[in-house]
Every structure is written in C-alpha cells, then in structure tokens.
C-alpha cells in the first residue's frame, strides 16, 4: 500500500514539474499567437480532454512498442524501452495532462492583455525580460491552478496507466491500479482506505488552492 501511495506521488510530481516547463511556453505561444492554424495545436492538446483513456492508452501503447518506429528508435538510440516501465507512465500522464496545465496558464496569459507587455516594451525591457518579469508574475494564478490540476489528474489516472504500465508492483502499480486491485479482491477495507485518502487529499488539494487564489485576488485587487 505504502509502495503505491509513494509510486503514484512521485509519478504526479515529476509529470506536474516537466507540465509546466513544456506546458508555459506552449500556454505563451498559444495566448499570443493569431494565425489561423494554432487551433489545430490546441485542438491536439485539448484532445485527452475528450478521449477516452483506454484509446489513448492503446495508441501510445502502439507508438512506444519495441516493435515500432519510435521504440525501435529509442532502443537502438537510448537502450530505453518505455512499455510497462515507470519511464513510459510519464511519458503517458505527461500527454494525458498535458491540457489541465495548459489550458489556466494560457487563460492566465490572455487575461493579462497587451497593456503590460506595451508598458514594459516602453521601457526598453527585453522580449525575455518582459516575460519574464511581466507575464509570468501576472499569470501565477493560472500556474497554480494549472499546477494543481496536473497533478491532481494524474493521481487519479487510470485507463492510461493501465494500458502503458500494466500491474507490476514498485514499477507501475500506482494508487488508482491498487484500488481496482483490491475490489477485484474484493477487499473493500483496503479499497477503502485508499479511495477515501485520495477523496480526502484531492478535496483538501482542491480547497488549499481556491483559498491561495482568492488570497491572490485579494492582493492584487
């Protein structure tokens, strides 16, 4: 039990930190650019939302096979095989996430207008600079609510984890194949232990950071 509840945040905390390094430049890109074609870009980051896990998980599956081009490619390239393998559930969560991160840092960043940036060109800062010390102070609540969706959702992942990682203790068995496990068991004790710590964690996850944003708000009100 211990094994899962530490697997499962330390596969949250890894997909949430490389979300938002990968996340904030396309959020930036996709807030600020006009041509007609990054609908398409956001159309496929907005794509987990609506598909299901399992077919998610089957496509990636097809994609990182030892027996495809791209795992044919890593093996030869890396010596990595990412199919049921820790590595492959970051890959999988990191897409699976990938638009409750995007999606509050991009509104964060539209939100913000083009006064600030103006503002801060006038003065001789930088593109960099202006990002830097402009864009991303004014979008930190967008960063925080991205943050804590990301993470949050890939606790709670299932039907991708499933069909990359498998069932294999240590590796790949995080807290939501543990559950299932155990109600296949038909140990509902431990079934409920667990899912009432990840009620009770989301919950509190959930709260801490509406109370944060309405702090924020207060602050800069």
Do not use: C
């Not at 609908?39 to 077919?55: F, G, R, W, Y």
């Not at 068995?173 to 068991?185: G, P, R, T």
């Not at 009432?196 to 309405?214: D, R, T």
Request: hydrophobic share 55%; charged share 10%; no cysteine.
């Amino acid at each position: 039990m211990t094994e899962a509840i530490l697997l499962t945040l330390k596969l949250a905390t890894l997909t949430t930190l490389i979300l938002l390094l990968i996340g904030t430049p396309l959020a930036w890109w996709l807030a600020r650019n006009r041509s007609w074609w990054k609908e398409i870009i956001n159309a496929l980051v907005a794509l987990p939302l609506v598909l299901p896990p399992t077919v998610l998980g089957f496509y990636l599956l097809l994609v990182m096979s030892p027996q495809s081009t791209f795992g044919v490619f890593l093996k030869q390239t890396f010596g990595v095989t990412l199919p049921f393998t820790f590595e492959g559930l970051v890959v999988g969560s990191v897409i699976y996430s990938l638009p409750f991160v995007v999606q509050p840092i991009r509104n964060a960043f539209e939100a913000l207008g083009s006064a600030p940036m103006e503002v801060a060109a006038t003065l001789r800062a930088s593109p960099l600079d202006r990002f830097l010390s402009v864009a991303l102070p004014l979008a930190r609540p967008g960063f925080l609510s991205g943050a804590v969706l990301g993470f949050a959702h890939t606790v709670g992942e299932f039907g991708v984890v499933l069909m990359i990682g498998g069932n294999l203790p240590g590796e790949t068995k995080v807290l939501s194949i543990a559950i299932y496990d155990h109600v296949e068991s038909l140990e509902w004790t431990q079934a409920h232990i667990l899912s009432g710590g990840m009620l009770a964690g989301s919950f509190l996850l959930i709260l801490a950071m509406m109370l944060i944003e309405k702090r924020w708000g207060r602050l800069n009100g």
